[in-house]
Structures are given as structure tokens and as C-alpha cells.
């Protein structure tokens, strides 16, 4: 690890000023993603700004149709929330399936989909429900949130503070794990509110994306058969050790299939 | 008092202090002044040096020494040898063994050779060094694949040695092979890969060391399984006297062999701690445990049973490649050739064997035992081809294997392969592991797999191992007048165990008690000789040398009582922890016996205070023969390949079972490791760039909790051999030779119907799936 400034703002606003002052600066949320990359010295940062100290970005509350999820929210937390679990189980269950418990106590919400690793399970949660990100000066629908490989619509700085998940009739998610690391090799999240179906794929591609065609068949007939018969491409999926781009086109199948009979 | 028996599940004396945090690992170890050195290692698979510039990193702060692989080369010092047992090819010409230095120079050879070792005032500041130190590298081609190496125009590894080949070898009547290859009514043929996977120990591996320049003599701790023979090598290297080296294994977290091997680093932290006449200390990270541990087993093997239409085995030819990397290790040669061979044809009977390897170099990290070290892989040919044969014959697998096991009635024999096998009963064994799998109830489980979309599968897998490593054994005990004792022996346990199993032999065996026994291994000042870890040689050799030291303590007391009793020597017997004269009310107990042992006043003549103090070495004979059966169940996902192993049962002929617990945990292990190879785990190279793509745990893929079967194990206890005195057969490795191909049959049994015959390990989901996918159409 090479040395670094360490600073730990006591508000939002003071972060976003160190971040802002330094020559290269990072936030520092659970630490899951970047401490990793700091030991290996893939990143330099001159300066990591720790986000833990900063009061109210924490926490779970359901008002007003939404589960509003703070960012430094811990995996476990939302996992063993009951307020999640009894709105949107199908949240609860996928960051249940996160990593494992160290991991799921530290890892946080923000430092998740700020990262957008394409394995990563929040973003399916996030696209899958429609959600909105909530950052210091706006909010970002999903849906134009996650733009690419580790890429997402943050502007340099910009802080997320919480993430609003509207309450679905229903939604399942399905994961196929990586062996060795666990995060998802495919992970589908299916939700149903109104006639409005969505489907997003994580894991897949090299970035979380909503699957259009089975949201068609879905909204007009919700049910596993329903979308037997959707191919799905794997030109554009990842094709890596784990999984070929084949197999995983393979998987996103199988997975949105199991999803859809969870909850049909 | 806690007396303790044969027998007796004695709970693990040092779990305490591994729960806790509390173990004494490498980097725990902390002497004043010390230094932390890195090893600068190559990111080039195969490259030419044509220089180093260190000016950079010599300025760097906190730098005190950086030493290159030019720099080592001007030294002199020797290459690291290899101590491999076959040393000639089949044509009587001597192997070929390249030169390998602790240091790269002109050409490195692996991604993570190294090619300097910095040492600076904290390791931040040396790996800063590292990255300024410049090494001009010309890239040449590389070739990564064991096959393709030994291959016409495959780029070459050392100047001198042809086509990459290190060792062509053979074993077994080749005429007598073919001729009842001939006679049989069919030849049964299968071609498969045994995968490539490292031993991924929890704690990577280290030294700290510190030089005495009064004394002209070192003091070394290093994560390693094998004290006395890697100081011996390593002084070998730096061509100083080995007893100038004190080397200790403190708490050592596993091994699985990738800490047997003797490597370049433990000759630079000498090298540097005498430079420096400071203290060094050097730990790898993951990363780099990953790329330069030896690695295990990779074997491209073709396997033909001659067998009979009713089932008769005639013959068994095993032709395979191994593979050594770049050079050979400590163990070398030996693992495809005369590892492999031994066990060939498992617990079977057969006509004639034949067993034929080469194994070369390839551009990737040195291959060296890994558990089992070429047993394992002889168990999944000989359990592959037979579930083949099972098939094409249209005879169930388990009556085919019943029909050919050896009977107890022909043992003691010798095998083709020569392996001596004197005791055994192989068809009670397996009718004892087929008993627990409730073979009547599977139907049921299948049914109900089905209706769930799955399919369930079921294999039996028997298996023959052997032991092996360093064939002397120290154990030493020394005595305290208040009756307590302190045993100190030359083989050594990474997690095993040793600190409960062997202080429960001396106590069962002198009647003492446990806790008040303390217990030293992995320390050369503490044993004059040890063979450490290595070839399920703990129990066989460390046990048996407490044994017998313990009988010469024995008789020593038998004299002192003798004395004591005012009687002869013959009259006293010995039992329960206590020494009496027949006939009379005289009895002595081992404590009273030590404690007049210090007493010159109760001594006979001749005997000096403190004489109960007894070292004794233990020579093994000829080695053990453990065996056993496995039986694994597992359910596979159709639609996406995915596989659970949903039972496990293993019956394990050990011999003698000293505490089952912690054979219970050996066994566990084993089958944990042989999962993992069969499931998941692989150690790959990128062909082109001979980059290793398997260099963390997010790409390496080893079993955890909830990919463990339930277990349930039993012992044949029926048959304890005559070739050791305790009657014990090492147990540390024999997890990894059943579960490969119990698990891989019972997959490939759960796709029956489906034209799937074979599939290579690691059996992942994709594997499975594409399997199916092929078969299909
Ligand atoms: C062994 C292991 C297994 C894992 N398995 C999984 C898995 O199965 N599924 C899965 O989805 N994930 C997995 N993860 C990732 C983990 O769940 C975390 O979500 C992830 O590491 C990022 O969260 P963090 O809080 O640790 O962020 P950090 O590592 O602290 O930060 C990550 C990035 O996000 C930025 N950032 C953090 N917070 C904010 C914010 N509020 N606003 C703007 N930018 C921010 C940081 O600057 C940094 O660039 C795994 C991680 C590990 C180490």
C-alpha cells in the first residue's frame, strides 16, 4: 500500500470539499472494493476520504411506496432488516447473498453501485425495481444511473447518499454464484408492479441491463413459459475463466426463468 | 490426573491458542532490529535479462540492500538441487536437471520467478524499491501446456536439454502387458487430465532469520514443513555447515506439500541477515503465494483395462505426461513417474501392469507433491477406467469392482508395480462402505430428484495409497524430577495435530499424565535428526518413534525399580503407568520412578541423575499401506450443469487408529481438497502469455463450508500392520485419492442415459452443462 492522506469529514458537504482539495481522492465507504485495490497498489490515491463519520447516511426507512436505503447502509443490515424483508423480500434475500458475512458487514449500498463491478447484485436490485438515486445536489433514475463497465452517471465527487426502491407487487432474484468468489456469474432480478414487469441482468454483460424482450412477454403473460422461448444473444455478454459468453447467455435464461416462477 | 489411551478422542491441545488468534505464525514473529525483505519477481513468463539497473532502488528510503540476480550470480552460490528419487530414464541415462538459482540472471523462466530481493526498514518501503528497481527484459515465447512443451518446436527452456524433456520412465512388464492386453476380449480406453491446483495454505509462506557474527551461525523460523532437511539443503546452497543454521517451525498454518519444497527465499534471508548482520524477515502475500508455491498433480495420462466380457481385469497400461515447470523441485521427477506408478491399479487384481511416463518443463511455477503427490492421481485412472469399463460391459459398477478386488486371502503379495502389500481386507472394507450408503433408499432419493427437475447419482471408489517421506524418525523426552515431561520429536504437524496425538502416546504409553507433558517439533536444536511432514508419515514415523523411545524409557525404569526393589531386572513388569515385582506388594508408578531417577541415592550403578532422558530414532522399514473405499452421492442441475454432493461416506483401513478425531480430520480434510479438485479448483495459465490467470481467490476457486458433503466415516480396524510397531498406515493423504473419483463417477452416473461419458476436472457447472449440451445433440 502506498501512503495516502486519510481524512474522515464529519458531513456530506465537507467530503465532497476534501475530495474536492485533493490531487486524487477517493471515498471510502466499507472499504470492501478499494482496500483490496490499495494493497495491491492498483490504486494510488493521495487522499481517501472516509465516508463512516458522516451522521445519516445509515440507515433503512419505508415511507410514501419506497424502501429508502442510506448509502453506507451495510449489506446485513438491509439483509436482516425487517421493514426490507416485509416490503421487498426479494431485496432482504439478495444482499443475503452477498460475499460472505465480513463482507456483508462492511461492504455498504453506495460504495456498491458507485463501484458497478458487472458481478456486483445491487445493481440488479436497483434496475430490477426501478429505482432512484439519490446523490448531494440530485436524483438519478436507475435506469440512467449505470452506463457502463464500472461506469455509472456519478459526476467526479458526487456523493451518493441513499437509494429509493419503490415497493413492487412482487419480485424474486436469482443468482448464479461464482464458486470462488460469489459474486454472480449471472443474477437475474425480476419485479411486477401494476402491468409494469422489469427484468435486469447483472453479471452477464459487462454492465447491468434490462432484458426488453422478456419484460414484453412478462407484461403480457406472467409466467415462466412465457419466456421459454426468448434467445438471448451472447455477442455482448462476458467471456471470461468463469463462464463462456454462451453459457452465460445460457444462464440468464434459466435464472429469469426460476425468478418469474418464484413469484407467478 | 488425565490418563489417556490408544483409542481415546482426545480433544486438540493447541485449538485453543488457533481459535483464539493466539498461534505463532511467521509474521507474529518479531526480533528486535529486524529488516523486511521482498523478492522482486519476473512479470514475464519467459524472458532474457540483459541487465539490471538498481541505482533507484538502492537510493529509495529505507532501503539497505538490494541484491539482483546479477549480484547473487557473482556470489556464487550453488543452484537449489533436486533431491528426486528417480534419477535415470528408462535407458539408464541420468534425468535432466537444470540449473536453478535463488536468483534469476540472464534468463527467467515463470511468472514470479524471482530476480532480487530488497530489504528495507519496512516492507512498504521495500516493495516502493521494488517498483523502481529496472530490469531490461527481452520477452521470448512461452509454452504453458505439459503436452504441448514436449512437442517438435515448442520454445525451449534450457540450453542443453532437448525438447523440454526432463525424465522419460517406465515401470511394469511392457510384453507381459500387452500379451494380456491381447488375450483379453476387449480393451478399455480412456484419455483424461489431472488438473493443475496449488495448495493455497492459509498463511503464505515466510522466514525472519538473524545472524550471530560471534558465533558465525544463523537462527531461522520459516513456514515450512521440513526444518531439518530444507536447513540442510539451503546450507547447502550458500555452502556454509548446515549445523551453523538452528531452523524452527513455529505454528505452521497447512502445508499440503507446498511448504516441503526447498525454494530460493530462505538463501536470500540468510544471505541478507548476515550482510546486514540485522534480522530479516520475508512473508508472502497472496499474490504471490499464488505464483510461486509449487503447485500439484497436471497429468495428461491415456489408460487401457484389458477385461474380460464378464468383468475379469487382465491388464492395466497407464501412458502419461506430467509436467515439472520451469525446474524441477525438491521432490522433482519423482511425483509423475515413480509417485504415479506405485499405486497403480488400486486395490485390483491383474495379470501384468505397465506404467510408462515422461514429464519436461514448461514456463510455469515448479510442480512438487501435493497431498497425495501422484497417488491421486493414479487412483482416478485406475477408478475412471473402471466406471468406463462398468459401462461398456453393461455391468453395474459396483458388481464389477466387488468381481475384481484383491481377496484377503492373496495378501500378504507384491503388486506389479512392486508395492509390498501385507495386510488388508479390500472386499470387507467395501462391503462396509456400500453398507452405510443405504443403496435401498436411493431409489426413493432419485425419484424425488427427478420430480424436482435433478438428477441424483451415486459412485464407490476404493482406493490404494502408500506412504512415504524421510524414512528416520527422533523423538526425545526429557523428564523433570516433579514427574512431568517434555517430548520433543522430528516430524511435524501444519494443523494436524501432533501436539495431542503424540504426547497421548507417551502418556498412554508410560501411564503419564497428558497435561502435564509439554511438546516441541520443528526445531533443530530440539531433535539431531527429523523427517518433518510429508507422505502421511506423522502417525508412522513420529508416532512410532514416541513409541519407541517410550520403551527405552521403559526399560531404564524397569532397572531403576529393579534397584529400588532390592530384585533383578527380570522380575519387573511393567503396566498401567507402573512398575512392580511379581508376587510381592512392591509397585513403583512412572512418577515415582522419574522422580528417584534424580535422586543419585535410589540410582543403580551406572545410572547418573537425569539418565531416564532418552532419545531414540526410529527407522522405518518398508512403508504402510493404507486403503479404503469412498462412496460419494450427488445431485445434478441440468439446466445449468450445477453439482452438490449430497452424501459422503469413506471406510479407511489406517491400521491402528490412535485418536479417530483427529484421523476424522484428516480424512475430512482430504475429501475437502479431493472436492475442490474434482468441483472447482484449477491452476491455469494463459497459453500466449504464460501469465498465471488464477492469481487470487477471486479467480481460484477453493471449497468452502457449504460446498462440504455431509461425511460420515468409519475405520477398518482389522487389520493393523506388522511393519511398525504401533500398526499404524498413514492417514493425511488417503481423503484425496478417494474423493476425485468418487465424485467424478457420480456425476457422470447421475447422466446416465445421456451419452455422457466423460468429463475432464474440474467438473465445473459449464463443464457439466456443455457436456450434456454435446451429448445431446
Ligand atoms: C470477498 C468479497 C466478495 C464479494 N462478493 C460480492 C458479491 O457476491 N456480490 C456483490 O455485489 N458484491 C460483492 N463484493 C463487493 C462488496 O459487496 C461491496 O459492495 C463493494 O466492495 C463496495 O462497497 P464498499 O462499501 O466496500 O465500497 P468501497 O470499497 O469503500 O468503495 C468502492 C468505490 O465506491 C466509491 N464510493 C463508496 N461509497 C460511495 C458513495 N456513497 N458515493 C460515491 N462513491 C462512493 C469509492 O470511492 C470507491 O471507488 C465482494 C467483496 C469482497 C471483498
Same mark, same amino acid.
Given at each position: 500500500?502506498?501512503?495516502?492522506?486519510?481524512?474522515?469529514?464529519?458531513?456530506?458537504?465537507?467530503?465532497?470539499?476534501?475530495?474536492?482539495?485533493?490531487?486524487?481522492?477517493?471515498?471510502?465507504?466499507?472499504?470492501?472494493?478499494?482496500?483490496?485495490?490499495?494493497?495491491?497498489?492498483?490504486?494510488?490515491?493521495?487522499?481517501?476520504?472516509?465516508?463512516?463519520?458522516?451522521?445519516?447516511?445509515?440507515?433503512?426507512?419505508?415511507?410514501?411506496?419506497?424502501?429508502?436505503?442510506?448509502?453506507?447502509?451495510?449489506?446485513?443490515?438491509?439483509?436482516?432488516?425487517?421493514?426490507?424483508?416485509?416490503?421487498?423480500?426479494?431485496?432482504?434475500?439478495?444482499?443475503?447473498?452477498?460475499?460472505?458475512?465480513?463482507?456483508?458487514?462492511?461492504?455498504?449500498?453506495?460504495?456498491?453501485?458507485?463501484?458497478?463491478?458487472?458481478?456486483?447484485?445491487?445493481?440488479?436490485?436497483?434496475?430490477?425495481?426501478?429505482?432512484?438515486?439519490?446523490?448531494?445536489?440530485?436524483?438519478?433514475?436507475?435506469?440512467?444511473?449505470?452506463?457502463?463497465?464500472?461506469?455509472?452517471?456519478?459526476?467526479?465527487?458526487?456523493?451518493?447518499?441513499?437509494?429509493?426502491?419503490?415497493?413492487?407487487?412482487?419480485?424474486?432474484?436469482?443468482?448464479?454464484?461464482?464458486?470462488?468468489?460469489?459474486?454472480?456469474?449471472?443474477?437475474?432480478?425480476?419485479?411486477?408492479?401494476?402491468?409494469? =414487469?422489469?427484468?435486469?441482468?447483472?453479471?452477464?454483460?459487462?454492465?447491468?441491463?434490462?432484458?426488453?424482450?422478456?419484460?414484453?412477454?412478462?407484461?403480457?403473460?406472467?409466467?415462466?413459459?412465457?419466456?421459454?422461448?426468448?434467445?438471448?444473444?451472447?455477442?455482448?455478454?462476458?467471456?471470461?475463466?468463469?463462464?463462456?459468453?454462451?453459457?452465460?447467455?445460457?444462464?440468464?435464461?434459466?435464472?429469469?426463468?426460476?425468478?418469474?416462477?418464484?413469484?407467478? | 490426573?488425565?490418563?489417556?489411551?490408544?483409542?481415546?478422542?482426545?480433544?486438540?491441545?493447541?485449538?485453543?491458542?488457533?481459535?483464539?488468534?493466539?498461534?505463532?505464525?511467521?509474521?507474529?514473529?518479531?526480533?528486535?532490529?529486524?529488516?523486511?525483505?521482498?523478492?522482486?519477481?519476473?512479470?514475464?513468463?519467459?524472458?532474457?535479462?540483459?541487465?539490471?539497473?538498481?541505482?533507484?532502488?538502492?537510493?529509495?528510503?529505507?532501503?539497505?540492500?538490494?541484491?539482483?540476480?546479477?549480484?547473487?550470480?557473482?556470489?556464487?552460490?550453488?543452484?537449489?538441487?533436486?533431491?528426486?528419487?528417480?534419477?535415470?530414464?528408462?535407458?539408464?541415462?541420468?534425468?535432466?536437471?537444470?540449473?536453478?538459482?535463488?536468483?534469476?540472471?540472464?534468463?527467467?523462466?515463470?511468472?514470479?520467478?524471482?530476480?532480487?530481493?530488497?530489504?528495507?526498514?519496512?516492507?512498504?518501503?521495500?516493495?516502493?524499491?521494488?517498483?523502481?528497481?529496472?530490469?531490461?527484459?527481452?520477452?521470448?515465447?512461452?509454452?504453458?501446456?505439459?503436452?504441448?512443451?514436449?512437442?517438435?518446436?515448442?520454445?525451449?527452456?534450457?540450453?542443453?536439454?532437448?525438447?523440454?524433456?526432463?525424465?522419460?520412465?517406465?515401470?511394469?512388464?511392457?510384453?507381459?502387458?500387452?500379451?494380456?492386453?491381447?488375450?483379453?476380449?476387449?480393451?478399455?480406453?480412456?484419455?483424461?487430465?489431472?488438473?493443475?491446483?496449488?495448495?493455497?495454505?492459509?498463511?503464505?509462506?515466510?522466514?525472519?532469520?538473524?545472524?550471530?557474527?560471534?558465533?558465525?551461525?544463523?537462527?531461522?523460523?520459516?513456514?515450512?514443513?521440513?526444518?531439518?532437511?530444507?536447513?540442510?539443503?539451503?546450507?547447502?546452497?550458500?555452502?556454509?555447515?548446515?549445523?551453523?543454521?538452528?531452523?524452527?517451525?513455529?505454528?505452521?498454518?497447512?502445508?499440503?506439500?507446498?511448504?516441503?519444497?526447498?525454494?530460493?527465499?530462505?538463501?536470500?534471508?540468510?544471505?541478507?541477515?548476515?550482510?546486514?548482520?540485522?534480522?530479516?524477515?520475508?512473508?508472502?502475500?497472496?499474490?504471490?503465494?499464488?505464483?510461486?508455491?509449487?503447485?500439484?498433480?497436471?497429468?495428461?495420462?491415456?489408460?487401457?483395462?484389458?477385461?474380460?466380457?464378464?468383468?475379469?481385469?487382465?491388464?492395466?497400461?497407464?501412458?502419461? =505426461?506430467?509436467?515439472?515447470?520451469?525446474?524441477?523441485?525438491?521432490?522433482?521427477?519423482?511425483?509423475?513417474?515413480?509417485?504415479?506408478?506405485?499405486?497403480?491399479?488400486?486395490?485390483?487384481?491383474?495379470?501384468?501392469?505397465?506404467?510408462?511416463?515422461?514429464?519436461?518443463?514448461?514456463?510455469?511455477?515448479?510442480?512438487?507433491?501435493?497431498?497425495?503427490?501422484?497417488?491421486?492421481?493414479?487412483?482416478?485412472?485406475?477408478?475412471?477406467?473402471?466406471?468406463?469399463?462398468?459401462?461398456?460391459?453393461?455391468?453395474?459398477?459396483?458388481?464389477?469392482?466387488?468381481?475384481?478386488?484383491?481377496?484377503?486371502?492373496?495378501?500378504?503379495?507384491?503388486?506389479?508395480?512392486?508395492?509390498?502389500?501385507?495386510?488388508?481386507?479390500?472386499?470387507? =472394507?467395501?462391503?462396509?462402505?456400500?453398507?452405510?450408503?443405504?443403496?435401498?433408499?436411493?431409489?426413493?432419493?432419485?425419484?424425488?430428484?427427478?420430480?424436482?427437475?435433478?438428477?441424483?447419482?451415486?459412485?464407490?471408489?476404493?482406493?490404494?495409497?502408500?506412504?512415504?517421506?524421510?524414512?528416520?524418525?527422533?523423538?526425545?523426552?526429557?523428564?523433570?524430577?516433579?514427574?512431568?515431561?517434555?517430548?520433543?520429536?522430528?516430524?511435524?504437524?501444519?494443523?494436524?495435530?501432533?501436539?495431542?496425538?503424540?504426547?497421548?502416546?507417551?502418556?498412554?504409553?508410560?501411564?503419564?499424565?497428558?497435561?502435564?507433558?509439554?511438546?516441541?517439533?520443528?526445531?533443530?536444536?530440539?531433535?539431531?535428526?527429523?523427517?518433518?511432514?510429508?507422505?502421511?508419515?506423522?502417525?508412522?514415523?513420529?508416532?512410532?518413534?514416541?513409541?519407541?523411545?517410550?520403551?527405552?524409557?521403559?526399560?531404564?525404569?524397569?532397572?531403576?525399580?529393579?534397584?529400588?526393589?532390592?530384585?533383578?531386572?527380570?522380575?519387573?513388569?511393567?503396566?498401567?503407568?507402573?512398575?512392580?515385582?511379581?508376587?510381592?506388594?512392591?509397585?513403583?508408578?512412572?512418577?515415582?520412578?522419574?522422580?528417584?531417577?534424580?535422586?543419585?541415592?535410589?540410582?543403580?550403578?551406572?545410572?547418573?541423575?537425569?539418565?531416564?532422558?532418552?532419545?531414540?530414532?526410529?527407522?522405518?522399514?518398508?512403508?504402510?499401506?493404507?486403503?479404503?473405499?469412498?462412496?460419494?452421492?450427488?445431485?445434478?442441475?441440468?439446466?445449468?450443469?450445477?453439482?452438490?454432493?449430497?452424501?459422503?461416506?469413506?471406510?479407511?483401513?489406517?491400521?491402528?487408529?490412535?485418536?479417530?478425531?483427529?484421523?476424522?480430520?484428516?480424512?475430512?480434510?482430504? =475429501?475437502?481438497?479431493?472436492?475442490?479438485?474434482?468441483?472447482?479448483?484449477?491452476?491455469?495459465?494463459?497459453?500466449?502469455?504464460?501469465?498465471?490467470?488464477?492469481?487470487?481467490?477471486?479467480?481460484?476457486?477453493?471449497?468452502?463450508?457449504?460446498?462440504?458433503?455431509?461425511?460420515?466415516?468409519?475405520?477398518?480396524?482389522?487389520?493393523?500392520?506388522?511393519?511398525?510397531?504401533?500398526?499404524?498406515?498413514?492417514?493425511?493423504?488417503?481423503?484425496?485419492?478417494?474423493?476425485?473419483?468418487?465424485?467424478?463417477?457420480?456425476?457422470?452416473?447421475?447422466?446416465?442415459?445421456?451419452?455422457?461419458?466423460?468429463?475432464?476436472?474440474?467438473?465445473?457447472?459449464?463443464?457439466?452443462?456443455?457436456?450434456?449440451?454435446?451429448?445431446?445433440?
Amino acid at each position: 500500500m502506498h501512503d495516502f492522506n486519510f481524512i474522515q469529514p464529519k458531513s456530506a458537504a465537507a467530503a465532497a470539499d476534501a475530495l474536492a482539495g485533493a490531487e486524487d481522492g477517493q471515498y471510502m465507504a466499507g472499504g470492501q472494493t478499494l482496500i483490496p485495490v490499495l494493497k495491491q497498489r492498483l490504486a494510488m490515491p493521495t487522499d481517501v476520504v472516509d465516508l463512516s463519520a458522516i451522521p445519516g447516511l445509515a440507515g433503512i426507512e419505508v415511507s410514501g411506496g419506497a424502501v429508502r436505503v442510506g448509502a453506507m447502509t451495510t449489506h446485513a443490515a438491509v439483509a436482516a432488516s425487517g421493514a426490507v424483508r416485509d416490503a421487498v423480500p426479494a431485496l432482504a434475500h439478495l444482499a443475503g447473498l452477498i460475499g460472505d458475512p465480513h463482507v456483508r458487514n462492511r461492504g455498504t449500498l453506495g460504495g456498491s453501485i458507485a463501484n458497478n463491478d458487472p458481478a456486483a447484485d445491487y445493481p440488479a436490485a436497483v434496475l430490477g425495481l426501478g429505482a432512484t438515486v439519490v446523490t448531494e445536489s440530485r436524483e438519478i433514475a436507475a435506469d440512467d444511473f449505470f452506463t457502463d463497465l464500472f461506469e455509472t452517471a456519478l459526476d467526479d465527487g458526487e456523493l451518493v447518499t441513499r437509494v429509493d426502491f419503490p415497493v413492487p407487487d412482487a419480485a424474486a432474484y436469482v443468482k448464479f454464484p461464482n464458486p470462488a468468489s460469489r459474486y454472480a456469474i449471472v443474477g437475474v432480478f425480476v419485479s411486477r408492479a401494476g402491468g409494469a =414487469v422489469r427484468v435486469a441482468v447483472t453479471g452477464a454483460g459487462p454492465c447491468v441491463f434490462r432484458q426488453a424482450e422478456m419484460e414484453a412477454a412478462l407484461s403480457a403473460e406472467f409466467s415462466a413459459e412465457a419466456i421459454a422461448g426468448v434467445a438471448i444473444a451472447a455477442d455482448d455478454l462476458n467471456n471470461d475463466l468463469h463462464a463462456s459468453a454462451e453459457y452465460r447467455a445460457h444462464l440468464v435464461g434459466v435464472m429469469a426463468r426460476r425468478a418469474v416462477a418464484e413469484i407467478a | 490426573m488425565n490418563k489417556v489411551s490408544f483409542g481415546d478422542t482426545v480433544r486438540r491441545a493447541e485449538d485453543h491458542r488457533f481459535l483464539t488468534g493466539k498461534g505463532n505464525y511467521i509474521d507474529d514473529i518479531t526480533m528486535p532490529g529486524q529488516a523486511h525483505g521482498v523478492v522482486v519477481r519476473s512479470p514475464y513468463a519467459h524472458a532474457r535479462i540483459n541487465g539490471f539497473d538498481a541505482d533507484a532502488a538502492r537510493r529509495a528510503p529505507g532501503v539497505l540492500l538490494v541484491v539482483t540476480g546479477a549480484d547473487w550470480a557473482a556470489q556464487g552460490f550453488g543452484p537449489i538441487p533436486t533431491k528426486s528419487a528417480v534419477k535415470e530414464n528408462r535407458d539408464g541415462t541420468p534425468i535432466a536437471v537444470p540449473d536453478r538459482p535463488c536468483l534469476a540472471h540472464d534468463r527467467v523462466r515463470y511468472v514470479g520467478e524471482g530476480v532480487a530481493f530488497i530489504v528495507a526498514e519496512t516492507r512498504d518501503q521495500a516493495r516502493d524499491a521494488a517498483e523502481l528497481l529496472d530490469v531490461d527484459y527481452a520477452p521470448m515465447d512461452a509454452v504453458t501446456h505439459p503436452v504441448k512443451a514436449l512437442e517438435p518446436g515448442a520454445p525451449q527452456l534450457h540450453d542443453g536439454i532437448a525438447d523440454n524433456l526432463c525424465v522419460d520412465w517406465e515401470l511394469g512388464d511392457a510384453e507381459a502387458t500387452e500379451a494380456a492386453m491381447r488375450a483379453a476380449d476387449r480393451i478399455v480406453r480412456l484419455e483424461l487430465h489431472n488438473n493443475r491446483v496449488t495448495g493455497a495454505p492459509i498463511e503464505p509462506r515466510g522466514a525472519i532469520a538473524s545472524y550471530d557474527a560471534g558465533t558465525d551461525s544463523y537462527l531461522m523460523y520459516q513456514a515450512t514443513q521440513n526444518i531439518h532437511a530444507n536447513r540442510n539443503t539451503t546450507a547447502e546452497i550458500l555452502g556454509i555447515e548446515a549445523d551453523k543454521i538452528r531452523h524452527v517451525g513455529p505454528d505452521v498454518g497447512g502445508g499440503f506439500g507446498a511448504k516441503n519444497s526447498v525454494y530460493p527465499e530462505p538463501a536470500l534471508v540468510l544471505h541478507a541477515a548476515k550482510t546486514l548482520n540485522r534480522p530479516v524477515k520475508w512473508v508472502n502475500d497472496r499474490a504471490e503465494s499464488f505464483l510461486s508455491d509449487t503447485h500439484g498433480r497436471s497429468q495428461y495420462s491415456t489408460v487401457e483395462l484389458g477385461v474380460d466380457d464378464d468383468g475379469t481385469f487382465r491388464a492395466l497400461r497407464t501412458t502419461t =505426461v506430467g509436467e515439472l515447470g520451469a525446474y524441477c523441485g525438491t521432490v522433482g521427477a519423482f511425483t509423475p513417474t515413480g509417485g504415479s506408478a506405485r499405486t497403480q491399479g488400486g486395490p485390483y487384481g491383474f495379470e501384468a501392469m505397465y506404467y510408462s511416463a515422461r514429464a519436461g518443463f514448461t514456463n510455469t511455477a515448479p510442480l512438487d507433491p501435493y497431498r497425495g503427490a501422484g497417488r491421486p492421481e493414479g487412483s482416478f485412472q485406475i477408478e475412471r477406467i473402471v466406471e468406463k469399463a462398468a459401462r461398456e460391459l453393461g455391468i453395474d459398477p459396483v458388481e464389477l469392482r466387488r468381481k475384481n478386488l484383491i481377496p484377503k486371502e492373496r495378501l500378504p503379495l507384491k503388486t506389479a508395480m512392486g508395492l509390498d502389500v501385507d495386510c488388508g481386507d479390500f472386499p470387507t =472394507v467395501f462391503e462396509q462402505a456400500l453398507a452405510m450408503t443405504d443403496r435401498v433408499g436411493f431409489q426413493a432419493r432419485k425419484a424425488a430428484s427427478e420430480a424436482a427437475g435433478k438428477r441424483l447419482g451415486f459412485a464407490i471408489a476404493p482406493y490404494l495409497e502408500c506412504t512415504g517421506g524421510m524414512p528416520k524418525e527422533h523423538a526425545v523426552v526429557t523428564f523433570t524430577a516433579d514427574g512431568s515431561a517434555h517430548l520433543a520429536v522430528g516430524s511435524q504437524s501444519t494443523g494436524m495435530g501432533h501436539e495431542t496425538a503424540l504426547p497421548q502416546i507417551l502418556a498412554a504409553t508410560l501411564g503419564l499424565d497428558m497435561a502435564r507433558i509439554g511438546f516441541t517439533q520443528a526445531d533443530t536444536d530440539a531433535t539431531p535428526l527429523g523427517g518433518g511432514h510429508g507422505g502421511s508419515r506423522g502417525m508412522e514415523m513420529g508416532g512410532n518413534a514416541v513409541l519407541q523411545t517410550a520403551g527405552e524409557i521403559i526399560e531404564k525404569g524397569r532397572a531403576i525399580a529393579a534397584h529400588l526393589f532390592e530384585t533383578d531386572v527380570d522380575k519387573i513388569d511393567f503396566e498401567d503407568g507402573s512398575f512392580f515385582e511379581k508376587d510381592t506388594n512392591h509397585i513403583a508408578s512412572m512418577t515415582e520412578i522419574i522422580a528417584a531417577s534424580f535422586d543419585p541415592e535410589r540410582l543403580p550403578d551406572g545410572m547418573e541423575p537425569g539418565s531416564l532422558n532418552t532419545g531414540s530414532t526410529f527407522e522405518r522399514g518398508i512403508i504402510s499401506i493404507p486403503n479404503g473405499c469412498h462412496a460419494a452421492e450427488v445431485e445434478v442441475d441440468p439446466d445449468t450443469g450445477a453439482i452438490a454432493v449430497t452424501g459422503f461416506w469413506v471406510v479407511d483401513d489406517f491400521g491402528t487408529i490412535i485418536n479417530p478425531m483427529l484421523a476424522d480430520g484428516q480424512v475430512m480434510g482430504g =475429501v475437502g481438497q479431493g472436492l475442490g479438485q474434482a468441483l472447482m479448483e484449477n491452476a491455469v495459465y494463459d497459453e500466449a502469455s504464460g501469465q498465471l490467470v488464477t492469481g487470487s481467490l477471486i479467480d481460484y476457486a477453493l471449497p468452502r463450508a457449504d460446498d462440504m458433503p455431509p461425511m460420515t466415516l468409519e475405520y477398518y480396524e482389522g487389520a493393523p500392520t506388522k511393519k511398525n510397531p504401533l500398526g499404524v498406515k498413514g492417514a493425511g493423504e488417503a481423503g484425496c485419492c478417494g474423493a476425485p473419483p468418487a465424485i467424478v463417477n457420480a456425476v457422470l452416473d447421475a447422466l446416465d442415459g445421456l451419452g455422457v461419458t466423460h468429463i475432464e476436472m474440474p467438473l465445473t457447472p459449464e463443464a457439466v452443462w456443455r457436456a450434456i449440451d454435446a451429448a445431446g445433440s
